[in-house]
């Protein structure tokens, strides 16, 4: 069968679902791998030659991106101004009047979930934000210091690694030191009476806008004020309860937040306060107080430093598992926009992402594709156990297999496999989850076996405990499109009755 009639069969098998309507791009790559035909579309363009050229090497036209879902990253906040110990001297008599004002807070360092960002990649994972001014005389107040907002990927678990010096303590949700700080020591506060700065206006929310290039319109997040208020006083704000170790490290991690919602944020280092100005003794009629407590008060706190480790676990409703090659990113390819990259070799889907199907009726659901599983992954072959944990939060999963056993490949036994593999996975609950078995590749299956194979996957996924919803599909993904129609709406059906059984246990 040509490439261009497989290719009209796969559309009218998906009428119900909404098809992209220019995307040239993605369905050459579907179909390049078999095809010369995306030659003949690539019109007469004075790069085409290149272009063709880099597909026939396999290679992907779109820019190189590096997808990161690790990161360790180190944060402080920003330092208080020193509070400024100015003496205003009185007409002829020697009475002086303290005026110092107090010095301004620091910013803070506050991660924030922007749906727009898809990577946890940073040029610079070592962030400060900003410190507050001194204070000055003529009870002249320091500026606050800006805080300094991280945009990170819906879904990322934020933990904080505590030093072997600190504690996490439960009630207050805050990190102590074991051992008392040295607050009596020597500070140089010579340069306050000379200090004159006017730092005094506060134009944070300009900061914000322009600074970090935020634009509340464009990240759908409105609550300005919320993100920009003083976080000094309430570090352990959207903490979350949780408090887990990781066994890597024997240092200890606290989970901070999960920061799941759009919109959603903690801060993860919070501003040293600023250093009190003289002037908060001017009303005193005793006269001031000695020259050490005031040296004590003006000076300022340091920032939190905070050792951070982020996970990024995508946000998906339906996971695919499977063999390499077994046409996982053939049938997102088919079903939403999503371009992923198509080749008749394991592995070629290196990266986890996350693909939007859409019907005619609005309904959306998220796929998320990940690296093939093999034998022996949970021991840490190959490259699809440490993914899996994209799969955590899907409601539902997707299990397929290759029906025609290409390469030598048995359908029954990898998806015995499959399970097997799911099941060692953390504490096996993946394999509970609510599942559809796909078998693919149903054009290179004879038709006299196909019974067969669909009664054979059933018995299989039966005896491993697959909660399998409605019958085996068969399909054929990467070819003809049969059987996508009632795959497609029997995961929007599994995605609903999963929302269902929730809103039912709340
Ligand atoms: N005959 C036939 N080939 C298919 C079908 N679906 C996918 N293929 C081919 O199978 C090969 C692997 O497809 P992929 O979609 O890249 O498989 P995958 O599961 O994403 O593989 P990895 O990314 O390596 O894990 C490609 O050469 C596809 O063209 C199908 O329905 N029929
Ligand atoms: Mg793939």
Redesign the pocket.
């Given at each position: 069968m040509s490439t261009l009639s497989h290719r009209l069969i796969t559309a009218a098998a998906c009428q119900h679902l909404i098809r992209p309507l220019k995307s040239p791009q993605p369905q050459r790559r579907?179909l390049s791998?078999?095809s010369s035909l995306f030659l003949d579309l690539s019109g007469p363009s004075s790069h085409g030659r290149n272009k063709d050229k880099k597909k026939r090497a396999g290679t992907s036209a779109k820019p190189s991106y590096r997808f990161v879902d690790k990161l360790r990253m180190r944060t402080r906040g920003g330092e208080g101004g020193k509070g400024s110990l100015s003496l205003l001297r009185i007409g002829r008599k020697r009475k002086v009047r303290p005026d110092g004002g107090h010095g301004g807070d620091g910013g803070s360092v506050i991660l924030f979930a922007d749906p727009k960002t898809q990577s946890l990649r940073m040029s610079n994972p070592h962030v400060t934000a900003a410190s507050g001014s001194n204070g000055s005389s003529q009870e002249k107040h320091g500026r606050k210091g800006k805080n300094t907002i991280v945009r990170v990927p819906c879904g990322v678990v934020v933990k904080r690694v505590l030093a072997y010096s600190e504690t996490w303590n439960p009630e207050t949700r805050q990190v102590q030191k074991l051992f008392g700080e040295d607050t009596e020591a020597d500070y140089d506060f010579s340069s306050e009476f000379s200090s004159d700065d006017d730092d005094s206006d506060d134009d944070d929310d300009e900061y914000l806008q322009t600074t970090h290039g935020l634009d509340p319109e464009m990240i759908g997040f409105s609550d300005w004020d919320a993100l920009n208020r003083d976080f000094s006083d309430d570090f352990d704000h959207n903490h979350d309860e949780d408090q887990e170790t990781d066994l890597d490290d024997d240092r200890e991690r606290v989970t901070l937040a999960d920061l799941d919602q759009p919109g959603s944020y903690v801060v993860v280092a919070r501003g040293g306060k600023g250093g009190t100005g003289s002037s908060i003794f001017a009303s005193l009629h005793g006269g001031l107080p000695d020259g050490k407590i005031l040296t004590k008060n003006a000076r300022p706190e340091e920032g939190e430093v905070a050792l951070l480790e982020l996970e990024l676990k995508l946000i998906a409703d339906i996971g695919?598992v499977?063999?390499?090659?077994?046409?996982?990113?053939?049938?997102l390819?088919a079903m939403s926009r999503a371009g992923?990259?198509?080749?008749?070799?394991?592995?070629?889907?290196?990266n986890p992402f996350v693909g939007v199907v859409e019907y005619r009726d609005g309904f959306r659901l998220k796929a998320a594709?990940i690296?093939?599983l093999i034998d022996g992954a949970s021991q840490g072959k190959g490259k699809?156990h440490e993914f899996l944990r994209h799969l955590e939060r899907t409601k539902a999963l997707l299990y397929?297999v290759?029906a025609?056993g290409?390469d030598g490949r048995d359908p029954i036994e990898d998806l015995k496999i499959l399970a097997n593999e799911l099941a060692q996975y953390g504490d096996g609950d993946m394999l509970t989850r609510r599942a559809l078995v796909v078998a693919?590749?149903?054009?290179?299956l004879k038709e006299e076996k196909e019974a067969q194979v669909m009664a054979d996957l059933a018995t299989a996924a039966d005896e491993m405990g697959i909660q399998v919803f409605g019958n085996v599909h068969s399909?054929?993904?990467?070819?003809?499109g049969q059987g996508l129609s009632p795959l497609s709406e029997a995961m929007r059906q599994i995605v609903l009755q999963y929302e269902q059984d929730t809103e039912a246990n709340e």
């Open positions: 579907c791998s078999s695919l499977g063999f390499p090659n077994a046409g996982k990113s053939s049938l390819c992923p990259r198509v080749a008749p070799y394991p592995f070629t889907t290196l594709d690296p093939g699809g397929i290759d025609a290409t693919n590749k149903l054009d290179l399909i054929s993904a990467g070819v003809t």
